[in-house]
């Protein structure tokens, strides 16, 4: 049977540790709090009392039990107060030296059989705990901010804890409400170790200026459904922390993906730490504000990029669904369309997949039959690519192979009029090689849609060496006209959201293949702790293994990073067979 902790002490009480001291206290237990100095203790109080008070107004407490909490949390600033403590959980800055101390301390203050919790997110418990003489008792506790809110927590047992140690937390856990991960000591623990590798590679990217800081957030919020793009989860998390973080799972893994990017010493350095001081990557309206206020970096208004060309006639090639929901898109919007198939029966099909989807909008009631009709009559489908002299863009949707690609590119390019702008949809291939195929690379762009088109509002508008600036320009404002999101960014392997993406998608296989955590516990850790709308192994089945195998080749060929090299483990599912969903197996089996 779990033991219960009829008194728990929490030590640390800035965000994170007043955060923990409140869950503790929600669930009926004693809390006792230390912090340095009395500036600390109210500063703790307060937040404490202003988390609560969201609460209840919120509707999540009502006034007794809001009085009751904090009547159970007592605050003090010595460690001895720590005594009847059956629990105690450090919450202090990341140095290893400060836990250290705190914990040679702890061990002298309680009793032999008390608990010592430590909450960090990247350094060793067991270098933590050999500075006690009870390594046993000492186990990682790593809540998620804001602790009051975030479900997930990750226990971290040491070589030395005590099997009724690491049972008893995960019991207390999850009294908390909590949603507990037991996992052993390596830097980074699960999320971390994954999130911060996805972090870090963002900053390279606008280290380098591949992309804007908006569009590099606006990319993984449109296009994979993330809460917050990276740069703004960054700042939020505070550089220096996330610094630290990268610092010591570098010194473990000695994976260059971790190694920090230069540019966040030098922001560190500049006083620029994110929301905590007020600017970061982006400025802040004040210390500690959410607001975002335009600076120097803050781009231009739409109206301000440039000349645009005319664009009131679309066509499309290909009939495959990426195709289709193209066409649909623009018809939808008021736009004249063409959709080109190889034989007759194939463009029928193609306007009735595109009928089929409108049918389905109209039953949802987002459509009206009035709508529908005049959506259809928009469209047309047409074999000859002579049918396409006459449009003003024209997007290439045919399969992700460059041979055929370029052929379509060498047709339009005798067909179509002088002056339209010629569009690929890869995903994944050189653009320019696209636009080579043609006598006018000027007038050729990337416009990298996101399945379903119809309801992913994202698109990256992809430039060339030799795409033109008013070409650029318009293929972005066409993106605003239809109701996309455009984003910009060059023409390189994986563009911003499959750069980003797939090696932590690649990182994850990794840490399934060292036998670190299960497939469930990982994707726990991401939905859970990080807020991701679904876990690594849940989206590599979807997507499809070998989808994905071939993605992490390209970005691997490209850059030739080790990092990005494929994991095994992936490369020998997808020869099994185990493709994910679409095969009933994958990660996981399905019915």
């Known amino acids: 049977m779990a033991r219960e902790f009829g008194c728990v002490g929490v030590v640390g009480l800035g965000t994170m540790g007043a955060g923990i001291a409140e869950v503790v206290a929600r669930t009926g237990i004693r809390v006792i709090g230390v912090e340095l ?42 460690l001895a107060d720590l005594a009847d403590a059956d629990l105690v959980i450090e919450a202090i800055p990341e140095s290893l030296e400060l836990k250290a101390r705190v914990f040679t301390e ?57 099997p009724d140690v690491i049972a008893d937390v995960e019991a207390f856990a999850r009294k908390l409400g909590k949603e507990p ?27 380098s200026r591949y992309a804007t800081r908006e569009d590099l957030d606006a990319a993984m919020r449109y296009g994979c459904g993330y809460p917050m793009g990276p740069l703004a989860l960054l700042d939020l998390i505070g550089l220096d922390t996330a610094y630290e973080i990268l610092e010591t799972m570098y010194r473990q893994s000695r ?13 560190i350095t500049a006083g620029l730490l994110g929301r905590k001081s007020g600017r970061g990557f982006y400025t802040y309206a004040e210390v500690d504000s959410p607001v975002v206020v335009p600076d120097s970096l803050t781009p231009a208004s739409a109206a301000a990029t440039g000349s645009t060309r005319d664009v009131r006639r679309v066509g499309v090639v290909g009939t495959g669904t990426m195709a289709t929901g193209i066409a649909e898109v623009f018809a939808r919007r008021g736009f004249d369309v063409v959709l080109r198939a190889r034989s ?54 045919v399969a992700e192979d ?40 000027a007038d050729v ?29 318009t293929a972005g404002e066409v993106c605003r006209r239809v109701g996309k999101q455009p984003v910009h960014c060059a023409d390189r392997a994986g563009f911003i959201v499959n750069a980003l993406l797939f090696p932590y998608l690649n990182d994850a296989v990794k840490m399934l293949e060292a036998h670190y955590a299960d497939a469930d516990d990982i994707d726990t850790a991401m939905k859970v702790g990080c807020g991701l709308p679904m876990g690594p192994f849940e989206l590599l089945d979807v997507v499809g293994l070998d989808v994905s ?9 490209e850059f030739r990073d080790a990092g990005f090299a494929p994991a095994p483990l992936l490369e020998h599912l997808v020869t099994a067979g185990r493709l994910g969903r679409k095969t009933g197996k994958g990660f996981r089996d399905y019915g």
Do not use: W
């Open 37 to 78: 100095d009395d500036e600390g203790v109210d500063r703790a109080r307060g937040h404490v009392e202003h988390s609560t008070e969201r609460a209840l107004a919120g509707g999540k407490l009502d006034a007794a039990a809001r009085d009751a909490l904090l009547g159970r949390i007592e605050y003090t600033t010595r």
């Open 106 to 162: 702890l061990e002298e203050v309680c009793r032999p059989d008390v608990v010592l919790a430590s909450n960090t997110s990247s350094l060793s418990v067991t270098e933590i705990g050999v500075h006690t003489g009870r390594p046993g008792k000492v186990v990682g506790l790593h809540f998620f901010n804001p602790a009051p809110v975030l479900r997930f927590v990750e226990i971290v047992r040491t070589v030395v804890t005590e």
């Open 181 to 207: 991960v037991v996992i052993g000591d390596r830097a980074g623990f699960i999320a971390n170790a994954l999130l911060f590798g996805y972090l870090n590679h963002a900053v390279s990217m606008y280290e």
């Open 255 to 267: 994976n260059r993906l971790h190694a920090p990017a230069p540019i966040l010493r030098q922001m």
């Open 344 to 397: 007759a029966e194939k463009a029928s099909s193609a306007v009735d997949a595109v009928r089929k989807s409108l049918d389905r909008q109209v039953k949802r009631g987002r459509l009206s039959e009035e709508e529908r009709g005049e959506v259809l009559s928009r469209l047309r489908g047409v074999v000859e690519f002579d049918e396409l002299a006459d449009r003003d863009l024209v997007v290439e949707a």
């Open 402 to 441: 460059l041979a055929v690609k370029r052929a379509v590119f060498g047709a339009l390019d005798e067909v179509v009029r002088p002056g339209a702008v010629l569009a690929t949809t890869t995903s994944s291939l050189p653009v320019i090689e696209c636009a080579a195929a043609t006598s006018r690379p």
């Open 445 to 473: 762009v990337g416009l990298h849609f996101f399945n379903p088109a119809p309801a992913m509002k994202l698109v990256e508008v992809v430039s060339t060496i030799a795409t033109g600036e008013d070409v650029l320009a």
């Open 549 to 557: 195998l071939a993605i992490e080749r390209t970005l691997y060929y």
